[in-house]
T-cell receptor, first 111, second 113 residues
Framework: GESVGLHLPTLSVQEGDNSIINCAYSNSASDYFIWYKQESGKGPQFIIDIRSNMDKRQGQRVTVLLNKTVKHLSLQIAATQPGDSAVYFCAEMFGNEKLTFGTGTRLTIIP | NAGVTQTPKFQVLKTGQSMTLQCAQDMNHEYMSWYRQDPGMGLRLIHYSVGAGITDQGEVPNGYNVSRSTTEDFPLRLLSAAPSQTSVYFC????????????FGSGTQLSVL
C-alpha cells in the first residue's frame, strides 16, 4: 500500500476479483480523507471521501475504511474491471488546512 | 458540460521564457487551485483562490503568479521558466471554499529545457 510521501507501489489484480489499496496517513488530527483515481494522461477523478466521525463508507463498487487508531485508510474495489486500471491516491486534511496528497498506488487489472 | 478545461495540453519552453497556463471552469465554482505533479511525489499546491479578486499562496508558490479576475478563469503564469518547473500542472475547482470534492482538469505537461 501507499503512504503519504512514499514511493509509488504497484498492485496487480485478476479481473473480477476484489482489490484493496492501502494508505497510511500522517496526521492523527486529520478529519477528512479522500480517494482519487488517475488514469494515464488524465487528471485525478474523485472516487469517494470519508470524515473522521465514520469508519466506513460505501459507494458504487467501492468502500473506504478508516482506522484512526493506526492512521490507516483503505479503498476496496469490488469485482474489478479493466477500466479500474489506474493510479489511486489518498489525501488527508485537517480542519481548513489544505489537502496533503499521497503518491499513489498503481493498480493493474489482469484480464 | 466541459467541467475544468486546461490549455495547452503540452508545452516546451526554454529557460527564461515566460508563459501562461490557462484554466477555465463552467460550474460556477468559487474555489480554484493549481497543483503540480512530479514523479514520486504527491500533488503539491501552488496557488489557490476562494473567489474573484482573491488569491493566496500554497505550498510551492515561488516562480508562479496567479490572478482571478472572473469566477470562471484562473490562469497560472510562469515568470521566467526554470528546468525545476518541468512538471505536470493541474487546475482544480470546487463548489466548497476548501479542498473537498475537487474537480480536476486534464493537465498541462510542461518541459523546460
Amino acid at each position: 500500500g501507499e503512504s503519504v510521501g512514499l514511493h509509488l507501489p504497484t498492485l496487480s489484480v485478476q479481473e473480477g476479483d476484489n482489490s484493496i489499496i492501502n494508505c497510511a496517513y500522517s496526521n492523527s488530527a486529520s478529519d477528512y480523507f479522500i480517494w482519487y483515481k488517475q488514469e494515464s494522461g488524465k487528471g485525478p477523478q474523485f472516487i469517494i471521501d470519508i470524515r473522521s466521525n465514520m469508519d466506513k463508507r460505501q459507494g458504487q463498487r467501492v468502500t473506504v475504511l478508516l482506522n484512526k487508531t493506526v492512521k490507516h485508510l483503505s479503498l476496496q474495489i469490488a469485482a474489478t474491471q479493466p477500466g479500474d486500471s489506474a493510479v489511486y491516491f489518498c489525501a488527508e486534511m485537517f480542519g481548513n488546512e489544505k489537502l496533503t496528497f499521497g503518491t499513489g498506488t498503481r493498480l493493474t487489472i489482469i484480464p | 458540460n466541459a467541467g475544468v478545461t486546461q490549455t495547452p495540453k503540452f508545452q516546451v519552453l526554454k529557460t527564461g521564457q515566460s508563459m501562461t497556463l490557462q484554466c477555465a471552469q463552467d460550474m460556477n465554482h468559487e474555489y480554484m487551485s493549481w497543483y503540480r505533479q512530479d514523479p514520486g511525489m504527491g500533488l503539491r499546491l501552488i496557488h489557490y483562490s476562494v473567489g474573484a479578486g482573491i488569491t493566496d499562496q500554497g505550498e510551492v508558490p515561488n516562480g508562479y503568479n496567479v490572478s482571478r479576475s472572473t469566477t470562471e478563469d484562473f490562469p497560472l503564469r510562469l515568470l521566467s521558466a526554470a528546468p525545476s518547473q518541468t512538471s505536470v500542472y493541474f487546475c482544480a475547482s470546487s463548489y466548497l471554499e476548501r479542498d473537498e470534492k475537487l474537480f480536476f482538469g486534464s493537465g498541462t505537461q510542461l518541459s523546460v529545457l
